[in-house]
Structure formats: C-alpha cells, structure tokens
C-alpha cells in the first residue's frame, strides 16, 4: 500500500444543518486521518459553524458553485445545454472546485441517503459519468438504495438501466446495510467492488457537556423523541406523525414517571424538525417534563440522545446515535435504510422499525414504545453485545477507501 498521501476528494455532502450529513463527513474524516483531504461542501458556513475544530484542521472546506445564484451564468450554461445537449455541464459548474488543480485520487460520494430520493439521482449520475470522464475514481459511500430501483421490478426500465450504469461507474462502492448490499449483488454489481460496512456515525464522538440540567432529575429517566418534515412527507396521513408524537407524549407523562426530550437532528429551513417538534411542545409547554433541546452540533446531540433511556426518532442519524450510545430505540421509518439498519443489528425490523406510511392510529406508536419498555434490558444486552464490533466494522470502511485511492 501506499505510504505517501492520498489525495482524497469527498462531494455530495449537504451541509451540517442536516447533522446526519455532519455526522458522516465528521466521522469519516476522522476514519480517513493522515490524507490529503477536501471537502466540496453545498453550505461551508454550515459546516464552519457545526464540525468541531479538529476536523476542520485537518481537511479543506471548499464550497460547491451555486449556479442559481447567478443568472448569467445560470442563463449561459441552460442555453449551452440547450444547444448542445450537454447534461453534463451544470454539474461541471457546480463542482469546479473539486476540478481545479492536481486530480484526486478518488472522490467519494458521502450523501449515503441520496439514492433514496428520486429528486437527486439524475445528479448523482451525471456527476459520476462527469468525474470518471475526467479520469477520476470515484467511490460511492454508505449508501442505501431501494431494492425495486435495481431490479427487474423496476417500474420504469429506462431510469434502471441508467441506474446500473451509474453503479458500474464507481470504482468502490460501500453499502451500509444488507438490503441495499445485496440488492447491489442480485442486480448484477460485480462482488469485487461491492463492500458491506454500517454508517461511519456508528464511530462518532459522543459530547455529553449539553445534556440539560432537566435529565438529572427526571426520576426514571428520559425518553428522546425526534420528528421531521421528512417523516410528514412521506406519511399516507400528513398529521399522523405529530398527532401519534402528541399521543405518546401523554401516554409517557400520564403511565410513567419518565420525562420527554424534543431533539431536533435537522435545521435547514427546508426542513427544520424545530417545525413539527416546536408543534409538540405547544402543547406541552406547561409541563416541566416536557424539554425542548437546543440545536447543537452532531457531537453535542448524540451525547443528549446517549444520555436518554429511550430513544423514538424520524431522523436516521438520530436513531444511529441512540443505537450507538446502546439506548433503545424505536424507528418512525420511510424507506430502505431503516428497516435494513434495524435488521443488520437485531436480525429483523419488526418492533425497531414503525413504517410512517403505516401510521393513523397512535395506539400504534405507544404499542410500540410500550414494547421497547417490555424489552429494555434484552435490547440493551443486544446492543452492547452488537455495537463494539459494528464500529469496528464500520471503521474498516476507511482501509477499503485509501486502497480504492491507490489503485492505478
């Protein structure tokens, strides 16, 4: 292998208002310590205000060309497009910085989420197809893709067809659990090029300095709970989610002695979980068990959810914190990664994974945590026994990334 420094390029990283994001440019960078690392980032301020000063020393924040904010070029590049057909140039204009100067040795795509949402796949193909015409490897990292999209299922054989192509494009690519990993095989993906590691946030630092003051003297504990605009979208009933939240709230305050934490995982004003969380607390305001948590950084909040006994939450990166401090954890679910999270650590979703499509009646949420509650100490036990080698896992994701960097 190796020993000089790996030039090593990450992109499609959305910013740290979304600390699910921050969370795994956090963890990585730290995974991939001693390279030459960049980070093409669509909000620098983001993440100069979010990832902690370590981090930031030791790689380069560089911000993505919004080509929106300027309508000459905006202007010139659509009718270039127009006229020549050329899909690929927006996306030469957006990541110019990552093309300026010497080429990286492998650029990493970190949005692991991406591939779930059918709005941005068009992106992240032309991008892969504009890097790798550049002659530059390109990885794809933890990721999770809906089985359907690569299989003969597919509703829309064209979009599978150039999805298979995409994939065949990355050098390297790392899936973070096992529905994806094996629906990446069963499509065809050759197996050398394909790896099964969890999400690097498994390895996150965990800050506890902002618990709040309230947990120490709720007498039987803290119960975290995190909804998102993500989970209202999804859901069939778009009031389900905070309508079974509120239900489960009064459940927990009227049968237990525990308390409540609204913790936010998301700020961007696109979608911002102080939305719906700030609605639950609304209603609870004048309960002094109810506590509404601060933003904080991805560090800081997975020390407020490591310090809860129980952890219901719409945010993956939320529920991979709790799963990682070892706190039970119930998912309000939406797509493939979920349920294939909750599978890879306790060998099914059934009872870890509550599908928000599903959701109408809350009896099916306090059903659920009131099983989590049943179950405490077992999921404890498994959790302690699974997480240690799950971060060691997810760790080796760093080895399998400077040997892709390395390949001529």
Not at 23 to 49: F, Q
Not at 201 to 222: C, I, K, M, N, Y
Not at 307 to 320: E, K, S
Not at 367 to 373: E, I, K, R, T
Request: charged fraction near 25%; proline fraction near 5%.
């Amino acid at each position: 292998m190796n020993d000089e420094k790996r030039t090593i390029a990450l992109y499609m990283h959305a910013g740290s208002g979304n600390h699910g994001c921050e969370a795994i440019a956090d963890s990585l960078i730290r995974l991939l310590h001693g390279e030459d690392l960049c980070l093409i980032t669509n909000s620098a301020a983001e993440d100069a205000a979010y990832l902690p000063k370590e981090v930031q020393a030791s790689v380069r924040i560089e911000e993505e060309r919004h080509i929106g904010d300027h309508f000459a070029a905006h202007a010139a590049y659509y009718a270039y497009r127009k006229i020549t057909g050329d899909r690929e140039s927006f996306l030469r204009y957006r990541f110019a910085p990552l093309l300026r100067g010497k080429k990286p040795d492998l650029a990493v795509s970190i949005g692991g989420d991406n591939y779930c949402y059918p709005s941005m796949v068009e992106d992240l193909e032309l991008a892969n197809a504009m890097l790798c015409r550049k002659g530059i490897r390109t990885a794809l990292f933890g990721c999770s893709i809906e089985p359907d999209l690569l299989t003969g299922e597919a509703k829309d054989p064209a979009a599978r067809r150039r999805l298979l192509e995409d994939m065949n494009r990355y050098s390297v690519i790392v899936a973070r659990e096992s529905i994806t990993y094996r629906a990446l095989l069963d499509a065809g993906i050759p197996e050398k090029k394909v790896f099964l590691r969890p999400d690097p946030a498994f390895t996150l630092p965990a800050d506890r300095s902002a618990v709040p003051e309230a947990f120490r003297s709720a007498p039987e504990g803290v119960v975290g709970l995190n909804i998102s605009p993500m989970a209202e979208d999804y859901a069939d009933d778009k009031n389900a989610p905070v309508r079974c939240a509120a239900a489960l709230i009064r459940h927990i305050l009227e049968k237990t002695d525990m308390s409540v934490a609204l913790i936010p995982h998301v700020v961007w004003k696109r979608s911002d979980d102080r939305g719906p969380l700030g609605e639950l607390y609304a209603q609870f305001r004048d309960n002094p068990r109810v506590i509404l948590v601060e933003d904080h950084c991805a560090e800081l909040q997975k020390g407020i959810i490591g310090a809860c006994r129980f952890f219901v939450g719409a945010r993956t990166h939320a529920t991979i914190a709790a799963y990682s401090s070892l706190v039970p954890t119930l998912v309000i679910g939406y797509s493939v990664k979920a349920k294939g999270i909750a599978e890879d650590l306790f060998g099914g979703a059934e009872h870890y994974v509550l599908p928000v499509q599903t959701m109408r009646d809350p009896q099916q949420l306090i059903d659920g945590f009131d099983w989590l509650c049943a179950h405490e100490e077992q999921i404890r036990k498994g959790l302690s026994a699974k997480i240690p080698e799950t971060q060691k896992a997810a760790a080796d994701a760093g080895r399998i990334l400077r040997e892709a960097a390395d390949r001529q």
